[in-house]
């Protein structure tokens, strides 16, 4: 049966705009938000306070990216990305 809303789409894995599910694990990368790493994974407090971030639950808000976060704070992207996803990792255990 061929999709009437994709017509020329001819991936068998995906019919009729259904997309297969994804498997692939959360990342939290450089370009997310503070707030937004904050709001979906609040176990990642513990990381910004220990690396010397104020965040929300010191009452400064932060405003950016985790990139722009890092810079501000003279932490190292990659350590902060690396604790970060720790916390995530775990939580998927």
């Keep these: 049966m061929e999709c009437k809303f994709l017509p020329s789409f001819k991936n068998p894995a995906l019919k009729c705009g259904r997309r297969k599910r994804e498997t692939k694990m959360d990342r939290i990368t450089k370009e997310m938000t503070v707030e937004e790493v904050l709001e979906r994974y609040s176990d990642t407090v513990k990381v910004f ?21 890092a810079q501000r704070y003279n932490v190292k992207l990659d350590v902060l990305l690396e604790e ?3 916390v995530l990792n775990n939580k998927h255990k």
Excluded at 49 to 69: A, F, H, K, R
């Design 49 to 69: 306070m220990d690396l010397s971030i104020p965040c929300l639950v010191c009452g400064e808000p932060l405003w950016g990216t985790i990139e722009e976060t």
């Design 84 to 86: 970060l996803n720790k």
